[in-house]
């Protein structure tokens, strides 16, 4: 896939030398306008603790959900067979682009999981990975209508988690400090 540059909205926030939540607050809205999305959240995971939380979430409008975990919690045991884009997460595999959670393939998701839990119609499952482990997810998504992702827009995606991993590995380490 081609390494596609970040645009100057996204590349301005990721380039700053602000704190990885002042980086995190701007990058969201700034993702979310990019993509025209309705939400987007920033999942953060520890791997040596299997921690997890919804850390940062920006949403278009106040009817559309909001996601956030305040205090860094433990995934239930079933997560990875309830959920196939978390597993594949914590298989460091690439990034997700899914257009219709009604259409998607079994193996790709579980639609009434995502249905029950999350209420998006299309979305997209960017993991961050560092060394084969999961430290976040970044997940942008669409209510009400699917959504082609385009080529453009994946190479983005995908540039921007690059340039965001040691911000979130580091952002990590130092809740556990």
């Given at each position: 896939m081609t390494q596609h540059n970040l645009p100057p909205a996204l590349n301005n926030i990721v380039e700053s030398s602000q704190t990885p939540d002042a980086?995190?607050?701007?990058?969201?809205?700034?993702?979310?306008?990019f993509l025209?999305?309705?939400?987007?959240?920033l999942y953060l995971h520890n791997p040596q603790a299997n921690l997890g939380r919804v850390a940062f979430c920006w949403i278009r409008t106040p009817d559309v959900p909001t996601v956030y975990n305040k205090e860094w919690a433990a995934q239930?045991?079933?997560v990875t067979d309830?959920?196939?884009?978390?597993?594949?997460?914590?298989?460091?595999?690439?990034?997700?682009?899914?257009?219709?959670?009604?259409?998607?393939?079994?193996?790709?998701?579980?639609?009434?999981?995502?249905q029950k839990n999350f209420g998006h119609r299309a979305l997209i499952h960017a993991h961050i990975r560092q060394d084969g482990?999961?430290?976040?997810?970044?997940?942008?998504?669409?209510?009400?209508?699917?959504?082609?992702?385009?080529e453009y827009?994946?190479?983005?995606?995908?540039n921007l988690v690059e340039k965001i991993t040691p911000i979130a590995v580091d952002y990590v380490k130092s809740s556990f400090d």
């Open positions: 980086i995190f607050s701007a990058l969201l809205p700034a993702v979310g306008n025209q999305s309705d939400r987007c959240f239930p045991p079933t309830e959920d196939p884009m978390f597993a594949a997460a914590l298989r460091a595999e690439p990034s997700i682009f899914v257009e219709d959670v009604e259409t998607a393939e079994p193996q790709v998701l579980n639609r009434e999981f995502e482990q999961l430290w976040g997810i970044l997940q942008p998504c669409i209510f009400g209508h699917p959504r082609i992702w385009t827009e994946r190479g983005v995606i995908n």
